[in-house]
Structures are given as C-alpha cells and as structure tokens.
C-alpha cells in the first residue's frame, strides 16, 4: 500500500514537473513554432470559412440593401427639393411683401392722389415694345390713360384695358413722350423712349444751365401726368450752334426689368389737350 502510494506521488510529480516545464517554456518562447505548425492551419480554415460567410451573407443582403438606400437617397432628394421650392416661395412672398409695404408706405406719404396697388403679372419681351401687364383692369376701377407710378418715380400710363388686368405702356416706349421740368434749371423739356429703351432729352432751351445728374420731375403740362413726379436724372447734354434746343439722355430712376408691383393713380383726370394743339 505504501509503495502504491509512492508510485502515485511519484507520477504526480512527474506530470506537474513536465507541465511546468512545458509552461516554462511556452512562455520563453520556445514552443512558439510548435503551436505555429499545429495551430496556423485551424487558423486558416477558421479565416477562409469566415470569408465565404461574409461573401455568401452579402450576396443575399447586398441587393436589398442597396434598393433601401437607393430609395432613401431618393426620397432625401425630393425632401431636399421640396425644402429648396418652399425657400424660394418664402424669399419670393417676403420680397414681394416688402414691395407693397414700400408701395403703401409711398401711398400715405402722398396723399394728395388715390392710388389702386397692382402686381405685374406680364411684360413684353420684345425690344420694340416696351410695356407692361398688372392684374387690374375696369372691375377694379382702371381706366385708359391713368398714370402709374412705383416709389420710385414714373412708370408709364395705362393703355389698354379689360375687365381684370390693364396694359402699362412705359416711359421708355417709342411713342412715349413726358413733359418735364429740370428741377435745378426750372426750365420745361421733354423726354422721349426709343425702341431701345433709352430716354433722350430735348425741347432744352439753349440758355439753360443743365448739369448731369440734374433731376427731372413731370410738369403737369399737357394734362397726361400729374407734376412733381421723379422721372429721371440727366446722363449727358449735347449743345449744337444755330439750334433753338439742346438735346441729352436721362436715366430713368425706376428699374424696368425688375418691376414688380405698381400703383396706378385713380383719382387723377387726364385732359386730352391734342385738339387745341394747332
């Protein structure tokens, strides 16, 4: 019974002495190239069945992944382009909100006219016409040949009209010509539209002193547009020897491309003066 339990003690010792020494030497590195050789090919297998796992998993997922974040793109892009319109509608109404208040605003601070506010809603594009389309005709009170105005100066006249919109020929038209008085030189002329859209000056009389940038008002003469409306200012002046009148260019101080809203001035009667003309 001793020598049984001798022989257990024995081995025992044995056993622990090689684990330990296996240890040992594990950690000194020594087996290093044993459990390379016993364990890099279970690696290997581990990574190449990984591998197809992962190739096998999004040959399945791939596509419908795909489709869902195809149509999220999508759908972000409509959200995008619907975010962008309702901007531009919100710039556009808060423009066009201050516009009118300007328009009001102008409309109190002269209250010697009533005035009909209307939004341009046409215009002509060819250069040989130049007028323009509000949304106002003869339900809302607009006749022929009232004038129309912005808080800038003088627009033009009415030209045409029908039940709910009105034509406005402008001061830059052709056949257009205004009565005006040359505020610095208070002397009266005449300003003329060409199938450009310039504005020429003339009927100045040769003594008047005329500067550039002298303002131009309407006189009132000839019954077509009430006085004391800003027309424009003087570009140039040109002066010519045996001639009664000097001539020049005027830039109009109202913005004719970027016309939106304008007031028509309802209370004021235009005189056709043209029979008593000889």
């Known amino acids: 019974m001793r020598d049984l339990f001798s022989l257990k003690n024995i081995r025992n010792l044995v056993i622990v002495t090689i684990v330990f020494g296996i240890i040992i030497m594990a950690m000194s590195g020594y087996l290093t190239p044993v459990f390379s050789f016993i364990f890099n090919p279970v690696i290997s297998t581990q990574s190449w069945l990984s591998e197809r796992y992962v190739a096998f998993r999004d040959f399945f997922t791939s596509p419908r992944d795909m489709a869902t974040l195809r149509a999220q793109n999508q759908a972000l892009e409509q959200e995008v382009a619907q975010l962008q319109s309702e901007i531009v509608a919100l710039q556009e109404s808060l423009s066009q909100s201050e516009i009118l208040f300007t328009l009001l605003d102008f409309a109190r601070s002269h209250p010697e006219h009533e005035y009909i506010a209307a939004t341009v809603i046409g215009r002509e594009i060819s250069p040989y016409l130049q007028y323009v389309i509000i949304d106002k005709g003869s339900n809302h009170g607009i006749r022929y040949g009232m004038p129309v105005v912005t808080e800038e100066g003088l627009v033009g006249r009415i030209d045409a009209v029908i039940a709910n919109a009105s034509r ?111």
């Open 168 to 278: 406005v020929k402008l001061i830059t038209d052709a056949s257009m010509t205004v009565n005006v008085r040359l505020k610095t030189a208070n002397v009266d002329a005449q300003t003329t539209g060409s199938i450009t859209g310039e504005i020429s000056l003339g009927m100045v009389p040769q003594d008047a002193e005329v500067q550039t940038g002298d303002v131009l008002l309407t006189s009132g003469l000839g019954g077509t547009y009430p006085p004391n409306i800003f027309v424009g200012q003087v570009l140039s002046m040109q002066s010519k020897q045996n001639t009664l009148f000097q001539t020049g260019s005027v830039q109009a101080v109202v913005d004719f491309q970027g016309l939106s809203a304008v007031l028509v001035i309802s209370d004021f009667n235009v005189v056709d003066i043209s029979p008593l003309v000889p």
